[in-house]
Protein backbone atom coordinates (compact mmCIF):
# COMPACT_ATOMS: atom_id res chain seq x y z
CA UNK A 1 0.00 0.00 0.00
CA UNK A 2 1.15 3.34 -1.47
CA UNK A 3 2.14 5.64 1.48
CA UNK A 4 0.55 9.91 1.09
CA UNK A 5 3.64 10.69 -0.14
CA UNK A 6 4.36 8.55 -2.98
CA UNK A 7 0.88 8.55 -3.75
CA UNK A 8 1.20 12.75 -4.54
CA UNK A 9 4.39 12.24 -6.59
CA UNK A 10 2.29 9.31 -8.88
CA UNK A 11 -0.81 11.58 -9.00
CA UNK A 12 1.27 14.98 -9.34
CA UNK A 13 3.59 13.42 -12.46
CA UNK A 14 0.27 12.56 -14.41
CA UNK A 15 -1.32 15.89 -13.77
CA UNK A 16 1.58 17.77 -14.28
CA UNK A 17 2.30 15.37 -17.26
CA UNK A 18 3.40 17.93 -20.58
CA UNK A 19 3.49 20.98 -18.52
CA UNK A 20 6.85 23.36 -18.62
CA UNK A 21 8.23 26.05 -15.96
CA UNK A 22 7.87 29.69 -17.32
CA UNK A 23 11.84 29.48 -17.23
CA UNK A 24 14.14 27.45 -19.37
CA UNK A 25 11.26 25.00 -20.33
CA UNK A 26 12.05 22.26 -17.83
CA UNK A 27 9.24 19.92 -16.99
CA UNK A 28 6.82 21.20 -14.23
CA UNK A 29 7.19 18.35 -12.02
CA UNK A 30 10.72 20.00 -10.97
CA UNK A 31 8.89 22.58 -9.08
CA UNK A 32 6.97 20.89 -6.90
CA UNK A 33 9.51 18.43 -6.10
CA UNK A 34 11.91 21.29 -5.52
CA UNK A 35 9.08 22.52 -2.67
CA UNK A 36 8.77 19.52 -1.29
CA UNK A 37 12.38 19.24 -0.38
CA UNK A 38 12.35 22.35 0.72
CA UNK A 39 9.87 21.32 3.23
CA UNK A 40 11.35 18.35 3.78
CA UNK A 41 14.44 20.23 5.26
CA UNK A 42 12.09 22.10 7.92
CA UNK A 43 9.59 18.93 8.72
CA UNK A 44 8.47 15.62 8.75
CA UNK A 45 5.00 16.20 8.22
CA UNK A 46 3.73 14.05 5.33
CA UNK A 47 0.69 15.99 4.84
CA UNK A 48 2.67 19.45 4.54
CA UNK A 49 5.30 17.41 2.07
CA UNK A 50 1.84 15.92 -0.05
CA UNK A 51 0.74 19.71 -0.30
CA UNK A 52 3.95 20.82 -1.39
CA UNK A 53 3.83 18.37 -4.36
CA UNK A 54 0.18 19.49 -5.08
CA UNK A 55 0.23 23.01 -4.65
CA UNK A 56 -0.17 23.97 -7.92
CA UNK A 57 -2.28 21.22 -8.97
CA UNK A 58 -5.70 23.70 -9.32
CA UNK A 59 -3.62 26.42 -10.85
CA UNK A 60 -2.16 24.33 -13.49
CA UNK A 61 -4.21 21.86 -14.17
CA UNK A 62 -7.74 20.60 -14.24
CA UNK A 63 -7.69 19.13 -11.03
CA UNK A 64 -9.91 20.24 -8.44
CA UNK A 65 -10.03 20.29 -4.77
CA UNK A 66 -12.69 18.05 -4.23
CA UNK A 67 -10.45 15.49 -5.70
CA UNK A 68 -7.20 16.41 -3.68
CA UNK A 69 -9.73 16.15 -0.40
CA UNK A 70 -10.98 12.75 -1.33
CA UNK A 71 -7.74 11.12 -2.45
CA UNK A 72 -5.48 13.17 0.21
CA UNK A 73 -7.71 14.38 3.20
CA UNK A 74 -9.31 17.74 4.38
CA UNK A 75 -5.83 19.22 5.66
CA UNK A 76 -3.71 18.78 2.45
CA UNK A 77 -7.00 20.36 0.38
CA UNK A 78 -6.91 22.94 2.90
CA UNK A 79 -3.03 23.99 2.58
CA UNK A 80 -3.36 23.24 -1.39
CA UNK A 81 -6.01 25.52 -1.45
CA UNK A 82 -3.98 28.67 1.05
CA UNK A 83 -1.50 28.39 -1.50
CA UNK A 84 -4.19 29.34 -4.96
CA UNK A 85 -5.08 32.25 -5.89
CA UNK A 86 -8.47 33.06 -6.82
CA UNK A 87 -8.26 32.83 -11.01
CA UNK A 88 -10.77 35.87 -12.24
CA UNK A 89 -11.74 34.12 -15.34
CA UNK A 90 -11.95 36.65 -18.39
CA UNK A 91 -9.60 38.99 -16.70
CA UNK A 92 -6.44 40.11 -17.46
CA UNK A 93 -3.86 38.79 -15.26
CA UNK A 94 -1.39 41.46 -15.14
CA UNK A 95 -3.90 43.96 -14.26
CA UNK A 96 -5.40 41.36 -11.22
CA UNK A 97 -1.64 40.78 -10.51
CA UNK A 98 -2.15 42.73 -7.22
CA UNK A 99 -5.40 41.63 -6.03
CA UNK A 100 -4.51 38.23 -5.93
CA UNK A 101 -1.26 38.53 -4.04
CA UNK A 102 -3.14 40.51 -1.57
CA UNK A 103 -6.07 37.98 -1.33
CA UNK A 104 -3.95 35.32 -0.67
CA UNK A 105 -1.48 36.61 1.83
CA UNK A 106 -4.80 37.67 3.94
CA UNK A 107 -4.82 33.78 3.98
CA UNK A 108 -1.02 33.29 4.86
CA UNK A 109 -1.49 35.93 7.96
CA UNK A 110 -4.44 34.45 8.87
CA UNK A 111 -4.15 30.66 9.21
CA UNK A 112 -3.27 29.11 12.68
CA UNK A 113 -1.94 25.84 11.04
CA UNK A 114 2.01 26.59 10.89
CA UNK A 115 1.87 23.94 7.82
CA UNK A 116 0.40 26.96 6.04
CA UNK A 117 3.51 29.09 6.77
CA UNK A 118 5.88 26.47 6.10
CA UNK A 119 4.33 25.77 2.44
CA UNK A 120 4.64 29.63 1.91
CA UNK A 121 8.27 29.41 2.39
CA UNK A 122 9.11 26.26 0.63
CA UNK A 123 7.05 27.69 -2.72
CA UNK A 124 9.03 30.78 -2.13
CA UNK A 125 11.83 30.03 -1.49
CA UNK A 126 12.02 27.80 -4.72
CA UNK A 127 10.60 30.82 -6.79
CA UNK A 128 13.52 32.99 -5.37
CA UNK A 129 15.73 30.53 -6.35
CA UNK A 130 14.78 30.80 -9.73
CA UNK A 131 14.31 34.49 -9.94
CA UNK A 132 18.16 35.30 -8.60
CA UNK A 133 19.18 33.04 -11.09
CA UNK A 134 17.56 34.50 -14.00
CA UNK A 135 18.53 38.22 -12.48
CA UNK A 136 21.83 37.00 -12.37
CA UNK A 137 21.97 36.26 -15.84
CA UNK A 138 19.85 39.11 -17.48
CA UNK A 139 19.72 41.81 -14.72
CA UNK A 140 16.31 44.14 -14.65
CA UNK A 141 15.38 42.34 -18.79
CA UNK A 142 13.65 39.63 -15.50
CA UNK A 143 10.60 41.67 -14.67
CA UNK A 144 9.52 41.99 -18.51
CA UNK A 145 9.24 38.24 -18.56
CA UNK A 146 6.65 38.19 -15.83
CA UNK A 147 2.60 39.24 -15.72
CA UNK A 148 4.03 42.35 -13.52
CA UNK A 149 6.95 44.50 -14.36
CA UNK A 150 7.11 46.26 -11.77
CA UNK A 151 10.44 45.25 -9.48
CA UNK A 152 8.99 47.17 -6.72
CA UNK A 153 5.33 44.94 -6.63
CA UNK A 154 7.74 41.93 -6.20
CA UNK A 155 9.71 43.20 -3.68
CA UNK A 156 6.59 44.38 -1.91
CA UNK A 157 4.90 40.62 -2.38
CA UNK A 158 8.30 38.63 -1.28
CA UNK A 159 8.82 40.89 1.86
CA UNK A 160 5.09 40.39 3.33
CA UNK A 161 5.55 36.84 2.73
CA UNK A 162 8.87 36.89 4.80
CA UNK A 163 7.36 39.01 7.30
CA UNK A 164 4.62 36.78 7.52
CA UNK A 165 6.35 33.76 8.43
CA UNK A 166 9.37 34.82 10.46
CA UNK A 167 7.82 34.01 13.74
CA UNK A 168 7.66 30.94 13.41
CA UNK A 169 9.83 29.90 10.63
CA UNK A 170 13.03 32.25 11.26
CA UNK A 171 15.09 29.56 13.01
CA UNK A 172 15.18 27.17 9.38
CA UNK A 173 17.64 27.37 6.82
CA UNK A 174 14.92 27.83 4.55
CA UNK A 175 13.74 31.27 5.82
CA UNK A 176 17.52 32.55 6.06
CA UNK A 177 17.98 31.65 2.29
CA UNK A 178 14.87 33.36 1.32
CA UNK A 179 15.99 36.46 2.90
CA UNK A 180 19.46 35.82 1.61
CA UNK A 181 18.21 35.85 -2.03
CA UNK A 182 15.45 38.78 -1.68
CA UNK A 183 18.32 40.94 -0.45
CA UNK A 184 20.12 39.91 -3.31
CA UNK A 185 18.09 41.10 -5.96
CA UNK A 186 16.70 44.13 -3.60
CA UNK A 187 19.63 45.29 -1.55
CA UNK A 188 18.91 45.97 2.03
CA UNK A 189 15.22 44.93 1.95
CA UNK A 190 16.05 43.24 5.22
CA UNK A 191 18.32 43.54 7.94
CA UNK A 192 20.88 40.98 7.38
CA UNK A 193 20.97 40.33 10.96
CA UNK A 194 17.63 38.81 9.85
CA UNK A 195 19.45 36.01 7.84
CA UNK A 196 21.42 34.42 11.13
CA UNK A 197 20.00 32.59 13.68
CA UNK A 198 17.56 34.39 16.54
CA UNK A 199 15.44 32.97 18.92
CA UNK A 200 12.55 35.73 20.57
CA UNK A 201 11.65 35.03 24.18
CA UNK A 202 8.92 32.94 24.86
CA UNK A 203 6.25 34.22 26.92
CA UNK A 204 2.58 32.75 27.71
CA UNK A 205 -0.40 34.55 28.84
CA UNK A 206 -2.38 31.54 30.15
CA UNK A 207 -3.77 32.77 33.40
CA UNK A 208 -3.00 36.23 32.76
CA UNK A 209 -5.91 38.71 33.48
CA UNK A 210 -7.24 40.22 30.18
CA UNK A 211 -7.00 43.96 30.31
CA UNK A 212 -8.49 45.26 27.03
CA UNK A 213 -9.21 44.63 23.58
CA UNK A 214 -8.09 46.26 20.39
CA UNK A 215 -8.20 45.97 16.39
CA UNK A 216 -4.64 45.09 16.74
CA UNK A 217 -4.36 42.88 19.91
CA UNK A 218 -5.51 42.34 23.27
CA UNK A 219 -3.77 43.17 26.36
CA UNK A 220 -2.96 41.06 29.33
CA UNK A 221 -1.59 42.22 32.69
CA UNK A 222 1.73 39.71 32.84
CA UNK A 223 2.42 40.29 36.01
CA UNK A 224 2.47 43.08 39.20
CA UNK A 225 4.96 45.26 37.37
CA UNK A 226 4.63 44.01 33.76
CA UNK A 227 1.72 43.97 30.45
CA UNK A 228 1.80 42.32 27.15
CA UNK A 229 0.12 43.20 24.50
CA UNK A 230 -0.59 40.05 22.10
CA UNK A 231 -0.93 41.15 18.48
CA UNK A 232 -3.51 39.18 16.36
CA UNK A 233 -2.26 36.69 14.18
CA UNK A 234 -1.48 38.49 11.11
CA UNK A 235 0.56 41.50 12.64
CA UNK A 236 3.92 40.78 11.33
CA UNK A 237 7.68 41.88 13.23
CA UNK A 238 7.59 45.29 11.01
CA UNK A 239 3.80 46.17 12.07
CA UNK A 240 5.38 45.53 15.63
CA UNK A 241 9.00 47.71 14.88
CA UNK A 242 6.88 50.33 13.67
CA UNK A 243 4.30 50.79 16.64
CA UNK A 244 6.90 51.02 18.89
CA UNK A 245 9.25 53.48 16.89
CA UNK A 246 6.07 55.28 16.38
CA UNK A 247 5.75 55.05 20.07
CA UNK A 248 9.09 56.74 20.64
CA UNK A 249 8.39 59.71 18.31
CA UNK A 250 5.23 60.36 20.12
CA UNK A 251 7.17 60.70 23.36
CA UNK A 252 9.75 62.37 22.06
CA UNK A 253 6.94 65.15 21.12
CA UNK A 254 5.68 64.97 24.76
CA UNK A 255 2.82 62.71 24.53
CA UNK A 256 2.08 60.52 27.26
CA UNK A 257 3.11 57.38 25.88
CA UNK A 258 4.39 54.09 27.24
CA UNK A 259 7.14 52.30 25.41
CA UNK A 260 7.38 48.95 24.62
CA UNK A 261 11.15 47.47 26.08
CA UNK A 262 10.90 44.66 23.60
CA UNK A 263 9.34 41.76 21.34
CA UNK A 264 8.01 38.79 22.29
CA UNK A 265 6.58 35.65 21.06
CA UNK A 266 3.31 33.98 22.53
CA UNK A 267 2.28 30.91 21.13
CA UNK A 268 2.60 31.58 17.13
CA UNK A 269 2.20 35.43 17.78
CA UNK A 270 4.08 38.12 18.54
CA UNK A 271 3.82 40.64 21.83
CA UNK A 272 5.06 43.61 23.03
CA UNK A 273 5.98 43.90 26.73
CA UNK A 274 5.63 47.26 28.65
CA UNK A 275 6.25 48.03 32.62
CA UNK A 276 3.30 49.56 34.45
CA UNK A 277 3.46 48.66 37.68
CA UNK A 278 0.39 49.10 39.44
CA UNK A 279 -2.12 50.74 36.44
CA UNK A 280 -5.43 49.58 34.91
CA UNK A 281 -6.97 50.71 31.78
CA UNK A 282 -9.29 53.23 32.11
CA UNK A 283 -11.54 51.25 30.72
CA UNK A 284 -11.26 48.38 34.06
CA UNK A 285 -11.55 52.01 36.26
CA UNK A 286 -15.22 52.86 34.55
CA UNK A 287 -16.44 48.93 35.07
CA UNK A 288 -15.06 49.44 38.33
CA UNK A 289 -16.78 52.72 38.98
CA UNK A 290 -19.20 53.86 36.56
CA UNK A 291 -20.22 57.07 38.80
CA UNK A 292 -17.00 58.25 38.01
CA UNK A 293 -17.28 58.32 34.05
CA UNK A 294 -17.08 61.83 33.60
CA UNK A 295 -14.31 62.15 35.69
CA UNK A 296 -12.64 59.82 33.13
CA UNK A 297 -14.38 61.25 30.17
CA UNK A 298 -12.91 64.52 31.45
CA UNK A 299 -9.58 63.19 31.83
CA UNK A 300 -9.40 61.41 27.90
CA UNK A 301 -10.54 64.77 26.81
CA UNK A 302 -7.35 66.62 28.22
CA UNK A 303 -5.16 63.90 26.55
CA UNK A 304 -6.85 64.31 23.14
CA UNK A 305 -6.23 67.74 23.26
CA UNK A 306 -2.82 67.42 24.02
CA UNK A 307 -2.39 64.96 21.13
CA UNK A 308 -4.46 67.90 18.93
CA UNK A 309 -2.56 70.25 20.09
CA UNK A 310 0.80 68.69 18.86
CA UNK A 311 2.43 70.02 15.44
CA UNK A 312 4.57 67.91 13.37
CA UNK A 313 6.21 68.42 10.22
CA UNK A 314 6.38 66.62 6.67
CA UNK A 315 10.53 65.35 8.29
CA UNK A 316 8.58 63.71 11.08
CA UNK A 317 7.80 61.15 8.33
CA UNK A 318 3.49 60.60 10.68
CA UNK A 319 1.36 59.27 7.57
CA UNK A 320 -2.07 61.34 6.64
CA UNK A 321 -4.55 59.98 8.79
CA UNK A 322 -7.12 61.44 5.90
CA UNK A 323 -5.64 58.23 3.99
CA UNK A 324 -7.39 55.60 6.76
CA UNK A 325 -10.80 57.77 5.79
CA UNK A 326 -10.67 57.32 2.13
CA UNK A 327 -10.48 53.50 2.37
CA UNK A 328 -12.96 53.41 4.47
CA UNK A 329 -14.68 54.81 1.56
CA UNK A 330 -13.22 53.10 -1.12
CA UNK A 331 -13.65 49.35 0.20
CA UNK A 332 -17.08 50.03 1.66
CA UNK A 333 -19.65 52.67 0.94
CA UNK A 334 -18.14 52.91 -2.62
CA UNK A 335 -19.52 49.16 -3.42
CA UNK A 336 -22.73 50.26 -2.26
CA UNK A 337 -23.46 53.80 -3.98
CA UNK A 338 -20.07 55.11 -6.17
CA UNK A 339 -22.21 58.80 -6.16
CA UNK A 340 -22.47 59.28 -2.48
CA UNK A 341 -19.13 57.43 -2.56
CA UNK A 342 -17.69 60.46 -4.54
CA UNK A 343 -19.22 63.11 -2.27
CA UNK A 344 -17.60 61.23 0.63
CA UNK A 345 -14.37 61.84 -0.77
CA UNK A 346 -14.51 65.14 -1.68
CA UNK A 347 -15.54 66.05 1.93
CA UNK A 348 -12.34 63.95 3.25
CA UNK A 349 -10.32 65.92 0.51
CA UNK A 350 -11.31 69.26 2.32
CA UNK A 351 -9.43 67.85 5.76
CA UNK A 352 -6.54 66.09 4.36
CA UNK A 353 -3.98 69.05 5.00
CA UNK A 354 -3.28 69.28 8.85
CA UNK A 355 0.15 69.23 10.93
CA UNK A 356 -1.41 68.08 14.18
CA UNK A 357 -1.45 64.64 15.55
CA UNK A 358 -4.74 62.05 15.74
CA UNK A 359 -3.90 58.93 18.13
CA UNK A 360 -5.78 56.93 15.42
CA UNK A 361 -7.19 54.45 17.84
CA UNK A 362 -8.31 56.51 20.84
CA UNK A 363 -10.55 55.12 23.08
CA UNK A 364 -10.74 53.86 27.09
CA UNK A 365 -8.85 50.50 26.58
CA UNK A 366 -6.06 52.22 25.08
CA UNK A 367 -4.97 54.23 27.97
CA UNK A 368 -3.64 53.01 30.71
CA UNK A 369 -3.64 55.17 34.36
CA UNK A 370 -0.24 54.81 36.45
CA UNK A 371 -0.26 56.65 39.58
CA UNK A 372 -3.27 58.90 38.29
CA UNK A 373 -1.64 59.74 35.42
CA UNK A 374 -2.60 58.36 31.78
CA UNK A 375 -0.33 56.77 29.34
CA UNK A 376 -1.03 55.68 25.67
CA UNK A 377 -0.32 52.37 24.11
CA UNK A 378 -1.56 50.98 20.90
CA UNK A 379 0.51 53.80 19.24
CA UNK A 380 0.38 52.25 15.23
CA UNK A 381 -2.33 54.60 14.17
CA UNK A 382 -0.05 57.81 15.46
CA UNK A 383 -0.42 60.12 12.48
CA UNK A 384 -1.49 63.83 11.44
CA UNK A 385 -5.12 64.67 10.49
CA UNK A 386 -8.17 66.49 11.64
CA UNK A 387 -9.65 65.87 14.93
CA UNK A 388 -12.65 65.12 13.67
CA UNK A 389 -11.28 62.25 12.62
CA UNK A 390 -10.60 60.88 16.13
CA UNK A 391 -14.02 61.81 16.99
CA UNK A 392 -15.78 60.19 14.53
CA UNK A 393 -13.62 56.75 16.13
CA UNK A 394 -15.22 57.81 19.89
CA UNK A 395 -18.36 58.32 18.45
CA UNK A 396 -18.03 54.59 16.16
CA UNK A 397 -16.59 53.00 19.53
CA UNK A 398 -19.01 54.11 22.06
CA UNK A 399 -22.17 55.08 20.09
CA UNK A 400 -22.53 53.03 17.01
CA UNK A 401 -21.20 50.08 17.57
CA UNK A 402 -24.08 49.08 19.89
CA UNK A 403 -26.73 50.68 18.04
CA UNK A 404 -27.89 47.32 16.46
CA UNK A 405 -26.48 44.99 19.55
CA UNK A 406 -25.19 46.83 22.69
CA UNK A 407 -23.44 43.36 23.79
CA UNK A 408 -20.51 44.82 21.17
CA UNK A 409 -20.02 47.73 22.89
CA UNK A 410 -19.96 45.99 26.28
CA UNK A 411 -17.92 43.30 25.57
CA UNK A 412 -15.45 45.45 24.11
CA UNK A 413 -15.36 48.38 26.75
CA UNK A 414 -15.88 45.86 29.87
CA UNK A 415 -18.91 48.28 30.68
CA UNK A 416 -22.57 49.11 29.91
CA UNK A 417 -23.96 50.72 26.68
CA UNK A 418 -25.32 53.39 28.65
CA UNK A 419 -22.18 54.37 30.04
CA UNK A 420 -20.64 54.28 26.79
CA UNK A 421 -22.91 57.24 26.02
CA UNK A 422 -22.69 58.84 28.95
CA UNK A 423 -18.47 58.74 28.59
CA UNK A 424 -19.22 59.80 24.86
CA UNK A 425 -21.57 63.19 25.67
CA UNK A 426 -19.46 64.21 28.90
CA UNK A 427 -15.86 63.72 26.64
CA UNK A 428 -17.33 65.91 23.82
CA UNK A 429 -18.38 68.77 26.14
CA UNK A 430 -15.39 68.72 27.94
CA UNK A 431 -13.05 68.73 24.69
CA UNK A 432 -15.23 71.01 23.09
CA UNK A 433 -15.57 73.17 26.30
CA UNK A 434 -19.31 74.03 26.06
CA UNK A 435 -22.76 72.45 26.77
CA UNK A 436 -24.59 74.08 24.29
CA UNK A 437 -26.82 71.43 22.66
CA UNK A 438 -26.40 72.87 18.97
CA UNK A 439 -22.61 72.98 18.83
CA UNK A 440 -22.49 69.47 20.47
CA UNK A 441 -25.03 67.99 17.95
CA UNK A 442 -23.16 69.73 14.83
CA UNK A 443 -19.50 67.93 15.75
CA UNK A 444 -21.26 64.58 16.27
CA UNK A 445 -22.84 65.19 13.01
CA UNK A 446 -20.19 65.36 10.82
CA UNK A 447 -18.51 62.72 13.31
CA UNK A 448 -21.17 60.05 12.66
CA UNK A 449 -21.15 60.26 9.16
CA UNK A 450 -17.41 59.00 9.05
CA UNK A 451 -18.77 56.28 11.49
CA UNK A 452 -21.12 55.08 9.56
CA UNK A 453 -18.69 54.84 6.43
CA UNK A 454 -16.49 52.87 8.56
CA UNK A 455 -19.44 50.73 10.35
CA UNK A 456 -19.96 49.72 6.27
CA UNK A 457 -16.03 49.20 5.70
CA UNK A 458 -16.17 47.32 8.30
CA UNK A 459 -18.63 44.79 7.27
CA UNK A 460 -17.85 44.60 3.68
CA UNK A 461 -14.30 42.91 5.23
CA UNK A 462 -16.15 39.63 5.75
CA UNK A 463 -15.77 36.99 3.16
CA UNK A 464 -19.83 36.92 2.91
CA UNK A 465 -22.91 39.56 4.23
CA UNK A 466 -25.36 38.36 5.95
CA UNK A 467 -29.43 39.42 5.60
CA UNK A 468 -28.49 41.04 9.16
CA UNK A 469 -25.63 42.72 7.89
CA UNK A 470 -27.17 44.01 4.48
CA UNK A 471 -29.77 45.21 6.71
CA UNK A 472 -27.27 47.60 8.68
CA UNK A 473 -25.66 48.48 5.58
CA UNK A 474 -29.15 49.64 4.03
CA UNK A 475 -29.69 51.66 7.28
CA UNK A 476 -26.04 53.26 7.37
CA UNK A 477 -26.37 54.13 3.60
CA UNK A 478 -29.58 55.92 4.19
CA UNK A 479 -28.25 57.50 7.28
CA UNK A 480 -24.98 58.95 5.36
CA UNK A 481 -27.44 59.91 2.43
CA UNK A 482 -29.17 62.54 5.26
CA UNK A 483 -26.28 63.15 6.81
CA UNK A 484 -24.36 64.84 3.07
CA UNK A 485 -27.68 67.14 2.89
CA UNK A 486 -27.14 68.74 6.02
CA UNK A 487 -23.32 68.41 6.68
CA UNK A 488 -20.92 70.78 3.74
CA UNK A 489 -17.90 70.44 5.38
CA UNK A 490 -16.35 67.97 8.48
CA UNK A 491 -14.34 70.40 9.79
CA UNK A 492 -15.61 72.47 12.37
Not at 44 to 72: N, Y
Not at 114 to 140: C, F, P, T
Not at 378 to 400: A, C
Amino acid sequence: MMNLLEESIIYATVMYQGKVRKFKNVPFILHPMEVAQILATITDDQEVISAGILHDILEETDGTLAEIEKRFGKRVAMLVASESENDYPGEDRTATWKRRKEESLKVLKNSPDVGVQMLWLADKLANMRSLARIYSEHGEALWKMLHQSDPAEHCWYYRSVAEAVELQLNKTGAFKELIKHINFIWPGTFDREKARYKKYREVSVDGCRLLGKGAKGDVYRYDDELIIKVYNRNNTYRDVEQEIALSRKAFVLGIPTAISFGIVSVGSQYGAMYELVDSDTVSVCIARDPGQVGAYAKMMSDLALTIHGTTVTDEDGFPDATERVRGYIKRGIAYENEALAEKCLMLADKISQNDTLVHGDFHTGNVFLQGGEPLLIDMDRLSTGHPIIEISGLHYFYVVLGEDDPAVVEDFMGFSYQTAKQFYESFMKDYLGTEDEERLAEVTEKASLISYIRLIHKIHKNSEISEDDRKVIDRCVERITGLLERVDTLAF
